[in-house]
């Protein structure tokens, strides 16, 4: 059975080396190289567009994804809050949304590991992701 295996694999190899190294006159459009003008217009897009993504994300991990809570890194939760001018601990109203799911209460404050402890109409609920927006922040 091994032997099958390894001259199929040699035979699989084979072929598709010879396929790999033949040389065809007939270059089709998507086999054809891009000129240096496409490869930097690619370039200079995947820089406008990504670079900025990619910084703002590593800037937010670097301040939510910590193990306790302090004055400068704390979830978006604290921040939203804090930077609104709220005090997390009043009785500020919220929406938080989480993918389909949309959750309005007011926030009784924030534990120890940085979840926003919100009372809602069901009951007190400990949020750990979501978006947050405060109620009539841009009225």
């Known amino acids: 059975m091994k032997a099958k295996l390894a001259f199929l694999f040699a035979v699989l190899t084979l072929t598709l080396g010879m396929i790999a190294c033949s040389d065809s006159d007939k270059k089709t459009a998507a086999t054809a190289q891009p000129g240096v003008e496409d490869a930097v217009k690619t370039a200079v897009d995947?820089?406008?567009?990504?670079?900025?993504?990619?910084?703002?994300?590593?800037?937010?991990?670097?301040?939510?994804?910590?193990?306790?809570?302090?004055?400068?890194?704390?979830n978006m939760a604290v921040h939203v809050l804090t930077n609104a001018g709220s005090d997390a601990s009043t009785d500020t109203a919220v929406t938080v949304v989480d993918g389909d799911v949309r959750i309005a209460g007011v926030v009784r404050g924030i534990d120890s590991d940085g979840a926003?402890?919100?009372?809602?109409?069901?009951?007190?609920?400990?949020?750990?992701?979501?978006?947050?927006?405060?109620?009539?922040?841009?009225d």
Request: aromatic share 10%; net charge negative; no cysteine.
């Open 46 to 74: 995947a820089y406008v567009y990504g670079y900025p993504l990619v910084t703002m994300d590593m800037t937010r991990k670097q301040f939510t994804n910590v193990a306790t809570v302090d004055a400068a890194h704390a």
């Open 116 to 138: 926003l402890i919100l009372e809602t109409a069901a009951g007190v609920e400990r949020i750990l992701t979501g978006d947050v927006s405060i109620e009539g922040a841009y």
